[in-house]
């Protein structure tokens, strides 16, 4: 989709009951595009901040779940696009801490959450493998 389109279809499920699934839809679609979409950060950003406190509660659960499409490292570079972007500091953010996690721990964390991805599927829940 052309840029414009992407930022109408922000505004047109601007609604907060129905934003995070477009969002869903979006970043299951074009995970690796929207990353290098910086007006499009803005325009969530601005549709985000438009929000009066309850709309943003009402938002959030399937925000959330949309926003887990992206891995850590995604979501750190996204955060740091939309703090340049505002014209925040973020010399003191840009590097991630290292991960300390020994080999054992994460193939444990690895085979339960296989697992977990399976029971989820069985039962037919959404973002299942």
Known sequence: AADEELLQAVADF????????????????????VQRKADLLRALDGVLLGYDDDQFLEAVPSLRLA????????????SLTLLKLVGAPVAEVETL????????????????????????????????K
């Open 67 to 78: 926003f887990t499409y992206f891995t850590p490292r995604e979501k750190h570079h996204l």
């Open 97 to 128: 801490a290292p991960l300390t996690v020994d080999a054992e721990s994460a193939a444990r964390a690895m085979a339960f959450e296989a697992r977990l991805l399976e029971t989820a599927g069985r039962y037919g829940l959404r973002g299942a």
């Open 14 to 33: 601007s609604d907060p009951a129905h934003l995070g699934d477009y969002l869903l839809g979006l970043f299951g679609l074009a995970r690796e595009a």
